[in-house]
């Protein structure tokens, strides 16, 4: 009953879509104000019925409904219940339900707040959004119905791909698709304003905050992802340039180079064209993403399943889209007026420049991507592009960006003046040199790339905190003068001065993890020890252990450092008897920024154990500066600035009557 | 600057930027690309010892022979060729005899190919998509190594030789 409930509010949905795609256009053609209107309710409505399909699904799986395709196949009676509700995205037919309920999660936050956009902008963005919802809900529909039922009925399940048995599938999956679809909403305003002829600063104001917000989710959902990958894998790498994260790369990149044309945009109402170009851009690369993984062109622990009709059906709403909206693009483009131009040494130079070099940098992402898969196609040999190709041209494309990233914000509008930039960062200039000469003589004999590396990151980050210092005279003007005057600086320039810092401290983690990284992989029997980095490893005994659903083989290691016991660490190994699979169960020990990483191989007949350990010197900084972008991120889109929205007297006296 | 000096400095740059991004692309790609064989391709082609290439096919039964230190040795055939493959790692979790595998490495001199990292990246199927395609364009391929699943199953675990 509930299945059918579920499938039925998925139908509904899907007719409410239909009249959102078309009535608010025409509406917006007529000038009829009611018949706009409709938008506002249809994605409301569509709202609730997706939520309530969802629902269902989670109900289903969490009472274990196995005459239901879906539960059979990737759940089991006996798996923990949080599994039980994250298994409903972690197969196909769910996951891309839940991108739906995102997509309608997102439609419904702009109908609820957009009553101060321009009513038939608000209409045809809405009907756009309705286009992508109902070409999904088809998709759904007639390629991967979540609520099949199954004739007979079996007892037991086939349960959830143990490697996804964990909380990362509880964060990473959502975080993700708030981000990829969270760009609908730029690319439906990008469109709107395609057909409407119509651009300007308010638009860029209206849309930055839903990219702003997009991004910070994909941000928090990539680093989520690389975090999972580390600890579940089972050895210690956190990003491995499989094509699956690359798609969540470049539209990472694309909506990074989004962010900061929207604010030339918004600031100086120039770069128009580009940013619809790049808002079309961004959610092209997420639809992408959404193909190379849901197609099953890519054999990767994303593809959940591979079917011919669905790549073919993804393929066409890729085209569709893509096509349909740089096509609208190239015929409506010449007809937007150009914005006013700038110096080329400015702050809207500098952002230029920054669009450059992310969008390059993107592209060849794109391309280390579908190369192979191209190639394939022309010629059938099968190749792999991996970690090495995008060493040598994604890395040398970030150098000169990263350099820039501090004189940015110390530029001034319209005309800056670079020598001045240059002297206000001399500081952050001297701290990075003194990085590089301190760690080249403490490294003497090592690489010389990695102290240079990491003196950019200082530099970066020391850029970032000597913009703050200007901008509150910080010993320049008495102490209370520039505690006030932090208190009055915009979050957007708090937001900025974070997460530029926050990509310095993610370089100086993945500089310091890669060169600096040290292991040990060998055979140990009880009683041995190992020594790594300067820590000894005494492993104790072997156990046998039952889990809920799994036996696990579990290791007991002592950690101890010069003769002092530190900690204990349980690696284990896990056999999951329904799909005869095994999983390692990494074990961590963190030490500032650093980590100690154990993982398991297997006994051999002496009773020995394979054993993998890793020091990791930083490692835990790699994730942290994206969390630190993400909150720079948020404490931009709490600028009252944003908030507030373009300010229009009428909305203003409505504000008023509501609060009294 | 002029309207027309500011356009030309803008559009200069992008191509500059441009073109030096295009130049790394085609470099890396000559470079540090990894092509895909399978042992009757690796015998076909000969392929110079020290080319890195990824080798894939099935673990010949009763090849795989532990040593000492982790050591390992075992043989991939693809029904018409074998290839002995030397490795010293952790294998992972997912690697059976009779079993499609992935190694990439290179070989050596005496025509043994060293690997530096064993994927075992498939279903529960035990297949690589790659091992599967080369098998059925050779002929080789036997219905009971892929059955059709619903849900696939990946792990990808790599050993690094330092």
């Given at each position: 009953m509930i299945a059918e409930a579920g499938h039925y509010a998925l139908v509904l949905a899907l007719g409410l879509a239909l009249i959102q795609s078309v009535v608010p256009m025409l509406g917006a053609r007529w000038g009829d104000v009611a018949l706009m209107n409709v938008a506002r309710s249809t994605a409301l409505a569509q709202l609730l019925f997706v939520g309530a399909s969802f629902t269902a699904l989670v109900m289903l799986h969490v009472t274990s409904d196995f005459s239901v395709v879906n539960v059979f196949e990737n759940?089991?009676?006996?798996?923990p219940l949080i599994y039980k509700i994250t298994g409903v995205w972690g197969n196909h037919e769910g996951s891309m339900l839940l991108w739906v309920s995102i997509l309608a999660l997102f439609g419904g936050l702009v109908a609820a707040?957009?009553?101060?956009?321009?009513l038939t902008l608000r209409a045809h963005v809405l009907a756009v959004q309705a286009w992508i919802a109902s070409a999904f809900y088809f998709f759904i529909l007639l390629t991967s119905n979540p609520f099949l039922r199954i004739a007979n009925p079996p007892i037991e399940g086939r349960d959830l791909n143990p490697v996804l048995q964990d909380v990362g599938l509880a964060v990473h999956p959502p975080m993700l698709y708030l981000g990829y679809v969270g760009f609908s909403i730029s690319f439906s305003f990008a469109v709107a304003a395609l057909i409407e002829g119509r651009i300007d600063a308010a638009w860029a104001r209206w849309v930055r905050p839903w990219t702003l917000l997009a991004w910070i989710f994909l941000t928090l959902g990539i680093a989520m992802g690389s975090y999972w990958a580390y600890y579940e894998?089972?050895?210690?790498?956190?990003?491995?340039?499989d094509p699956v994260e690359n798609a969540s790369l470049m539209p990472w990149l694309a909506g990074t180079a989004l962010l900061h044309s929207a604010v030339v945009m918004e600031k100086r109402n120039a770069l128009r064209v580009w940013t619809i170009l790049l808002s079309i851009l961004t959610f092209s690369l997420s639809l992408l993403g959404t193909f190379l993984v849901r197609s099953g062109v890519l054999t990767s622990v994303h593809a959940f399943a591979t079917d011919p009709a669905r790549g073919v059906f993804i393929l066409l709403i890729l085209c569709l889209f893509i096509g349909g909206s740089l096509s609208l693009y190239a015929a409506r483009a010449t007809s937007l007026k150009q914005g006013g131009l700038f110096a080329p040494i400015s702050r809207e130079g500098a952002l230029v420049l920054n669009n450059l070099f992310l969008t390059t940098a993107c592209a060849t992402v794109f391309i280390g991507t579908l190369y192979p898969l191209a190639l394939e196609v022309l010629t059938g040999d099968k190749i792999s592009v991996g970690a090495p190709f995008f060493n040598l041209t994604f890395a040398p494309l970030f150098v000169p960006l990263m350099i820039a990233v501090p004189f940015g914000p110390s530029l001034a509008w319209k005309r800056g003046d670079l020598l001045g930039a240059a002297q206000r960062l001399t500081a952050a200039g001297i701290l990075a040199l003194i990085a590089i000469a301190v760690l080249w003589a403490w490294t003497r004999?090592?690489?010389?790339f990695a102290p240079l590396a990491i003196g950019l990151a200082v530099f970066v980050v020391a850029g970032a905190l000597t913009d703050l210092a200007e901008r509150i005279g910080l010993f320049r003007l008495p102490f209370g003068t520039s505690v006030q005057r932090a208190r009055g600086l915009p979050r957007a320039a708090w937001g900025t001065a974070f997460a530029h810092a926050g990509v310095g401290i993610a370089l100086i983690g993945i500089v310091c993890e890669t060169t600096w990284n040290s292991e040990y992989i060998g055979t140990l029997k009880p009683g041995d020890i190992a020594k790594v980095a300067g820590y000894e490893l005494k492993l104790d005994d072997i156990g046998q252990r039952q889990g809920p659903n799994f036996r696990e083989m579990v290791a007991r290691f002592t950690v101890g450092r010069d003769g002092n016991t530190l900690s204990v660490m349980t690696p284990s190994k896990r056999n999951f008897t329904t799909r005869g699979a095994s999983t390692t169960e990494a074990a961590l020990l963190t030490r500032g920024a650093s980590q100690l990483y154990i993982s398991l191989g297997d006994i051999a007949a002496d009773g020995g154990i394979a054993v993998r350990i890793y020091h990791k010197p930083m490692v835990l900084l790699i994730w942290f500066g994206p969390v630190l972008m993400a909150f720079g991120g948020l404490l931009s889109l709490s600028d009252r600035r944003l908030r507030v929205g373009a300010p229009k007297p009428a909305k203003a006296a409505r504000a008023l009557q509501a609060a009294e | 600057m002029t309207r027309k000096q500011r356009r030309l400095v803008m559009i200069g740059g992008s191509l500059a930027v441009l073109a030096v991004a295009a130049a790394l692309v085609l470099n890396a790609l000559r470079d540090s690309i990894v092509f895909f064989s399978t042992p009757s391709m690796v015998a076909e082609k000969h392929i110079a010892a020290g080319k890195r290439f990824r080798l894939g096919g099935l673990v010949q039964p009763g090849s795989l022979k532990r040593g000492d230190n982790l050591a390992v040795t075992f043989e991939v055939a693809d029904g018409s060729a074998a290839l002995p493959v030397a490795y010293k790692g952790i294998l992972p979790?997912?690697?059976?005899?009779g079993q499609g595998v992935v190694a990439e490495g290179a070989l050596d001199q005496s025509g043994v190919f060293r690997a530096d990292t064993v994927l075992a990246k498939h279903d529960e199927t035990y297949m690589p998509k790659e091992v599967a395609d080369a098998l059925k364009k050779q002929g080789?391929?036997?219905?009971?190594?892929?059955k059709p699943s619903a849900s696939a199953e990946t792990q990808q675990v790599k050993g690094v030789m330092r």
């Open positions: 759940s089991h009676s006996m798996k707040f957009g009553n101060n956009l321009p894998l089972g050895w210690g790498g956190w990003w491995f340039w004999g090592g690489s010389s | 979790d997912l690697f059976r005899e080789h391929w036997k219905d009971d190594y892929g």
